[in-house]
């Protein structure tokens, strides 16, 4: 398995800083520290603040579980952030997203969803992933469901999780044993076309 570029700090020789971020961390929801929190340790105070909004976002959003994956899951296929994308497939496919939508996403295929909530977080997501950027279709659809609490949520989700895979890649994370290898991290990043998605023109 790949090195990652920088120490990635060992519990037994962590300063008294870095324990307390990673045993909040390890008694919190995640039950482990692994991904970019591994490379935030090297500052912890800025650790802390990490995990506090990362709690926030994965684990008390206003929108279903199963939609904020979704949205994960895009922000990772489209930086190809290999860990980000393993790891959060499977919390995916455990909230219900369909396995032949996460395959699309993880193929660069548009996905063809039976539900327009997931439609409307994809179209939003991809969006913003490309420009930078909602249009306006898009954005409306997806505050029109949830509210203003739910569409500040979402891009506030898909900025973090954005964080996450540049932190993943810069560093060169590895995966954690046992898990296997989904996507090329070194990979261009993936920019699908946006066609045959409801709410988006051909």
């Not at 290999?82 to 396995?99: I, S």
């Amino acid at each position: 398995m790949a090195e990652a570029r920088i120490p990635l700090p060992d519990p037994d020789s962590m300063t008294p800083e870095q324990r307390a971020v990673y045993d909040t961390v390890v008694s919190g929801p995640r039950g482990a520290v692994i991904g970019p929190l591994r490379a935030a340790l090297h500052s912890p105070e800025l650790a802390d603040r990490w995990q506090r909004l990362g709690e926030i976002l994965r684990y008390r959003l206003t929108l279903p579980k199963r939609l904020g994956e979704l949205a994960i899951l895009v922000t990772a296929r489209r930086w190809n952030a290999e860990l980000e994308w393993v790891v959060h497939a499977e919390a995916a496919l455990a909230a219900g997203l369909a396995p032949a939508v996460v395959e699309a996403i993880l193929d660069g295929r548009p996905p063809r969803f039976s539900d327009p909530d997931e439609a409307e977080v994809y179209v939003f997501v991809r969006e913003l992933q490309l420009s930078g950027r909602v249009g306006d279709p898009a954005y409306e659809a997806v505050r029109s469901r949830w509210g203003e609490r739910g569409v500040v949520e979402l891009t506030a989700l898909t900025g973090y999780y954005t964080m996450v895979a540049m932190t993943l890649n810069a560093h060169r994370i590895p995966l954690p044993d046992g898990l296997a290898a989904a996507i090329h991290p070194d990979g261009e990043p993936l920019v699908p076309s946006l066609s045959g998605i409801p709410g988006v023109p051909a």
